[in-house]
């Protein structure tokens, strides 16, 4: 079983900036790649980014791109995602998903198997 956290969300200004946090616990996080989704009040969750097992590739949504960056951190069950120049609708509980290995089809929550509880972004205008 593999345990998913997520940390670092909070209350920003628009154009400001936050770095979120999935750490994961109960496996090699080595071998899993890792997906971001979001979900704001009324809306569906969304696919936001996705970062492939070795790190070699990542996805992002057309919305945050040039904006948001996924890395993984030194300590292999650690990704983050950077978000800079914050617009109010990012505003959104924003979760963390892993599977092993990976799936092509990387921006549908259905091909993850452990996902975190979420963290909640404001960004107020």
């Known amino acids: 079983q593999v345990h998913v956290v997520e940390s670092g969300g909070g209350l920003v200004e628009a154009g400001g900036s936050l770095r979120l946090s999935c750490e994961a616990s109960?496996?090699?996080?080595?071998?899993?790649?890792t997906g971001w989704f979001r979900q704001a009040p009324g809306k569906e969750r969304e696919f936001v980014a996705h970062i492939s097992w070795s790190g070699a590739s990542q996805h992002y949504i057309d919305s945050v791109k040039g904006r948001f960056t996924i890395s993984r951190g030194d300590a292999e069950n650690t990704v983050y995602l950077q978000m800079n120049s914050m617009k109010p609708e990012d505003t959104a509980i924003y979760y963390c998903a892993v599977v092993p290995w990976g799936s092509s089809r990387y921006s549908e929550h259905s091909s993850y198997d452990y996902w975190g509880q979420g963290t909640q972004v404001t960004v107020s205008s």
């Open positions: 109960g496996r090699s996080f080595s071998r899993y790649s």
